[in-house]
């Protein structure tokens, strides 16, 4: 192999190397945004205040743990925004209250 392939070959791995680290650490700021917005619905009462959105928070974001060790973090990082989403939803709800 010449020169010229060995570094474009070499460019290509450390490419998508890179690539694939930034959505690793993506799926986990995500999922540790969700674990903060669960807590924060956790301390203001919303077990029992809003529980369906509760418990819709805690469970997704046990999928997106569980999918992130599974290695497809495009889903893990989908399922965190989907707690993200329930804990946001039901801190609106325990404020009304």
């Given at each position: 192999?010449?020169?010229k392939g060995f570094v474009v070959l070499l460019a290509l791995v450390f490419f998508s190397l890179s690539v694939s680290g930034c959505a690793y650490?993506?799926?986990k700021d995500e999922i540790s945004s969700a674990e903060k917005a669960t807590a924060e619905l956790k301390g203001a009462g919303g077990?029992?205040?809003a529980p369906y959105?509760?418990?819709?928070?805690?469970?997704?974001?046990?999928i997106s743990k569980y999918v992130l060790s599974e290695n497809s973090w495009a889903k893990s990082k989908?399922?965190?925004k989907r707690s993200k989403s329930a804990a946001e939803a039901g801190l609106?709800?325990?404020k009304k209250k």
């Open positions: 192999m010449n020169r650490f993506a799926a077990a029992k205040l959105y509760y418990c819709s928070a805690e469970s997704y974001l046990e989908e399922f965190a609106a709800e325990v």
